[in-house]
């Protein structure tokens, strides 16, 4: 996998990218407001689902109403985070913070698909509930926490304190991040 994104690295467009005075920082700011859009609509579905804000109104109102928006602002948000990772492919790939942000994205969208699965199932039943089942509630609160450690992680990011280029550090490190550490480089 690393010959492949080393390969990435070199190609005409992600050294484009990377070397751009404006179009990096644009896609970065896209992401960034994509994140926005997606979350905010994402929280306002959540948190209705744990009962804590528009009570009254059903759920599948809320899902309606909200969910194309987060549709929307998680396409915006994929396709610039491929750019990102395209402009910068080999540092994104070693950091321990992109492999936890990817882990917490599969994460994500498991409990995302679980829940959806569920709700299309047993909703009528539980639609104009103020408050739903604890199930529900359960992937909710599951959906809030992996999207902050997403957040989070993808803030880290930026952060060179784990980088493969930055030797000695523990094996963990080095085996979690995927850094080749030549056996003279070692600790």
Same mark, same amino acid.
């Given at each position: 996998m690393?010959?492949?994104?080393?390969?990435?690295a070199?190609?005409?467009?992600s050294?484009?990218? /990377? +070397? =751009?005075?404006? @179009?990096?920082?644009? /896609? +970065? =700011?896209?992401? @960034?407001?994509?994140?926005g859009l997606f979350l905010g609509t994402?929280?306002?579905?959540?948190?209705?689902?744990?009962?804590?804000?528009?009570r009254q109104t059903p759920v599948s109102e809320i899902t309606a109403r909200f969910l194309p928006w987060t549709a929307a602002g998680f396409v915006i948000m994929v396709v610039t985070g491929l750019l990102?990772?395209?402009?910068?492919?080999?540092?994104?790939?070693?950091?321990?913070?992109?492999?936890t942000k990817v882990l917490l994205l599969v994460v994500a969208g498991i409990n995302a698909?679980?829940?959806?699965?569920r709700m299309a199932r047993d909703r009528p039943t539980w639609?104009?509930?103020?408050?739903?089942?604890?199930?529900?509630?359960?992937?909710?609160m599951l959906s809030i926490g992996t999207w902050i450690g997403v957040i989070i992680m993808g803030r880290m990011i930026a952060y060179n304190w784990f980088d493969c280029d930055r030797q000695p550090q523990s094996d963990f490190i080095n085996w979690a991040a995927g850094c080749v550490v030549a056996l003279s480089d070692a600790p």
């Open positions: 690393l010959a492949l994104i080393e390969w990435l070199q190609t005409p467009g050294i484009a990218l /990377v +070397e =751009s005075l404006y @179009v990096y920082g644009i /896609v +970065e =700011s896209f992401h @960034v407001v994509a994140l994402l929280a306002v579905v959540d948190f209705r689902l744990l009962g804590w804000m528009f990102l990772f395209y402009a910068i492919p080999i540092r994104t790939y070693q950091s321990i913070w992109f492999r698909w679980l829940l959806h699965r639609d104009k509930d103020p408050a739903p089942p604890l199930g529900v509630k359960i992937a909710a």
